[in-house]
């Protein structure tokens, strides 16, 4: 089963280091992982992307919370929540094709932010599943590059996870 | 204003730390020169660096006080990996200074640089690097915290030596705050009454415990709770001594080399009241086997994660043993009753217990058991036993009856070889009138043995109990029962001579080889030469194997017995 863990962490050199270290010491998976500093510049939130059984779930919340630098964690997926993430992807726009990469971008509502004669920057935000289908729909040929955040989400409406 | 290095030593005397264990080098140098100025924390000079963390390792497992290590940096601080990651296998609340390069070298391939976070990171608790000299004192005083409370365990403070020389102000905070670490310590109450009817309900229960029965100091609230149900008691490697081993409820050590009556009666119970323990590879066996029985478990752990990692728990207690046995006994105050027919159960144990499973064979040769039974009865069983990894490590678990908590010092999760002899230097210094036999094999004692000589710097009398049989036995015996006697490298040939080496060290030493011998040489080692260190070189039969013994991948039930006597 897919899950969203998000993490509360005190923003301190080597924080990420112990997390990363716990999934590859223990066997756990690591789909994305993304991390950056809260509103309170003390905090980082990082969110990891896993799958496993209920039991490997159980242990990595268990695992997690052992951590001495963890504030808090909270397996996102177990309620309502929003994801989001966001894509970069450099894509071939010549002859007819930069046409049609305009409307592929629109359609997906992505943006271009970058433009030259024969390349485009998209720029493509929404659930994981969504960019996935941005790439299956073009045509392998004319990707060039692409760079994707991983998944970042949050609980809806009341749900908050704070100090 | 002071030195950082004198702020480390102040740290130090602050948390009552009477004796640390190290080894200076390049980056510790300020701080082993504040270290000479004062006389409150005592240093011991080991020979090597996994011994000072194995014998702070020791002083803490021995006594309820935190054991403390001095080292380094670069290839002091890797010779200690072994003992942090011992300690941290076992829980052993322990703090490890290390020096670093000076903060300005760090990243440059400083001579003697080594990422000292980086790389004992899977194996402490927590670990740190002080970065600015008005963190170094609250930096020590978190590790001290961190690493005594919940479950315990090792905390790394790496100290560049930069920052030893600054000055700065002394501040030691008398209590610490961090929102990020909060253990829980008392048991849900709701959960405590659940486990309470439960062992009310309970037709064939045990009380199986750990070492977190002995790192709780639980020992005593055990012992009452148990002798007030009257159920079974089976203890794991790391529990003896958490419950009289000469009790009648006793049933023996459990798991791979446990009873017949224990490793049954855990596997049969209909409730088991697990607290402490972790339910390992080694205690229950093939967890598949283990699972076939239908029973209903209470597990009492401080750590959550240790709760349903490996048996699926129907009532889990977080919290501090000694509280929640604590709660349990209040409630059993009000009219508690055991089901009548736990008194069927006891025929049934008592059956098991008829099969005589410790019973060894007899041998023209000295065998290994009897050494430590005839060493049970010379140090009347008062005795801090430090064992290596082995077979004699076994043979002492079976043979030697722990009564006390905190006798018995081992490495039981990482099962570290080596371990016995700096063990006895920490035990020591924390227990200075003890009496302190080291049990281990030939092959054991010469992964430490360079530690003769810090032995006999600071007059550590230590009883060296070499259970030598000229073979690497627990290999030996494994591919003597799984590998057609096909005996790999389990051979130690070119062993030195032990006595003399002894000898030469300035200790004393003994071969014993007749089984006669045996007693009087002990009595002997514990009487005339009660103050010195004795070397005692048993030579004993070579084919003694440790029985019962639950093969890798079977279960409990299905133990290879000692042949019919």
Not at chain 2, 262 to 271: I, S
Request: net charge negative; with cysteine; proline share 4%.
């Amino acid at each position: 089963m897919r899950h969203i863990i998000s993490i509360l962490i005190e923003n301190e050199s080597g924080a990420l280091s112990r997390v990363a270290g716990l999934f590859s010491a223990r066997g756990y998976n690591i789909e994305s992982l993304t991390v950056a500093p809260t509103e309170d510049p003390s905090l980082s939130r990082m969110t990891i992307l896993t799958s496993g059984s209920d039991e490997v779930l159980e242990q990595i919340t268990k695992q997690l919370n052992k951590l001495v630098d963890v504030v808090k964690v909270v397996d996102l997926s177990e309620a309502a929540h929003v994801e989001r993430e966001l894509m970069l992807i450099k894509v071939r726009a010549t002859g007819k094709d930069r046409e049609e990469m305009k409307r592929m971008a629109d359609i997906f509502r992505g943006r271009i932010i970058d433009v030259t004669e024969s390349t485009y920057v998209i720029e493509l935000t929404g659930a994981s599943t969504k960019l996935d289908s941005f790439i299956a729909g073009l045509d392998a040929g004319l990707i060039l590059e692409t760079v994707r955040t991983g998944v970042c989400g949050i609980g809806r409406g009341d749900r908050i996870l704070k100090v | 204003m002071i030195s950082g290095a004198e702020i480390v030593i102040r740290c130090l005397q602050e948390e009552k730390v009477d004796c640390v264990f190290g080894y200076p080098g390049g980056s510790v140098l300020h701080i082993y020169d504040a270290l000479f100025k004062q006389d409150e924390v005592k240093h011991i000079l080991v020979r090597h660096e996994q011994a000072a963390v194995h014998a702070a390792d020791a002083y803490s497992r021995s006594s309820q006080r935190v054991g403390v290590a001095l080292v380094t940096s670069g290839p002091g601080v890797t010779n200690t990996v072994t003992g942090i990651a011992t300690a941290y296998m076992d829980s052993i609340p322990m703090v490890v200074l290390c020096g670093q390069v000076p903060t300005q070298y760090i990243g440059q391939d400083a001579f003697q640089e080594c990422d000292t976070v980086g790389i004992t990171r899977p194996c402490v608790k927590h670990n740190f690097l002080v970065k600015d000299v008005k963190d170094l004192a609250i930096t020590i005083k978190k590790a001290f915290h961190i690493a005594a409370t919940g479950r315990p365990g090792p905390v790394v403070v790496d100290i560049p030596k930069d920052i030893t020389a600054q000055m700065c102000e002394f501040d030691y905070p008398k209590t610490i705050q961090m929102r990020s670490y909060n253990p829980v310590v008392k048991g849900h109450l709701g959960q405590i009454k659940k486990a309470v009817q439960m062992l009310q309900e309970a037709k064939r229960p045990i009380i199986y415990t750990g070492g977190g029965v002995i790192l709780s100091d639980a020992a005593d609230k055990l012992t009452q709770l148990a002798r007030k149900l009257d159920f079974p008691v089976t203890n794991t490697l790391m529990g003896l001594g958490g419950y009289p081993a000469t009790d009648r409820q006793f049933v023996g050590m459990l798991g791979m080399h446990g009873t017949f009556e224990a490793n049954n009666a855990m596997h049969y119970a209909d409730v088991i009241l697990a607290v402490g323990a972790r339910f390992d590879d080694r205690v229950i066996g093939n967890p598949e086997h283990f699972g076939s029985e239908k029973r209903r478990v209470i597990h009492i752990d401080i750590d959550p994660s240790s709760i349903s990692k490996r048996v699926k728990v129907d009532v889990p207690i977080v919290g501090n043993v000694p509280d929640v046995l604590d709660e349990m006994l209040k409630l059993m105050d009000g009219g508690f009753r055991t089901d009548p027919e736990v008194a069927d159960w006891w025929k049934q144990i008592d059956e098991w217990r008829g099969r005589k499973s410790l019973a060894y064979r007899q041998s023209e040769h000295i065998m290994p058991q009897f050494v430590v039974e005839k060493l049970y009865e010379v140090t009347g069983g008062e005795a801090f036993i430090t064992s290596d990894v082995g077979q004699h490590q076994m043979f002492a678990a079976q043979y030697y009856k722990f009564d006390k908590p905190r006798r018995w010092i081992n490495s039981g999760g990482l099962g570290t070889m080596g371990v016995g002899l700096p063990y006895g230097m920490g035990v020591l210094m924390a227990n200075p009138e003890a009496q302190v036999a080291c049990i281990t094999g030939e092959g054991s004692i010469q992964m430490c043995i360079q530690e003769m000589s810090t032995c006999k710097q600071y007059g550590f009398p230590i009883k060296i109990i070499n259970l030598n049989n000229g073979m690497l036995g627990m290999v030996r015996q494994w591919q003597e029962m799984f590998y057609s006697k096909r005996y790999s490298q389990s051979y130690v040939t070119s062993l030195p001579d032990f006595v003399k080496l002894a000898e030469a060290y300035g200790h004393v030493g003994m071969k014993i080889e007749k089984p006669e011998d045996v007693e009087p040489a002990l009595r002997k080692a514990f009487t005339e030469h009660k103050d010195d260190l004795v070397f005692m070189d048993f030579i004993i039969d070579p084919g003694a194997n440790v029985f019962p013994m639950v093969a890798a991948g079977k279960g409990l039930t299905e133990m290879i017995l000692a042949e019919e006597l």
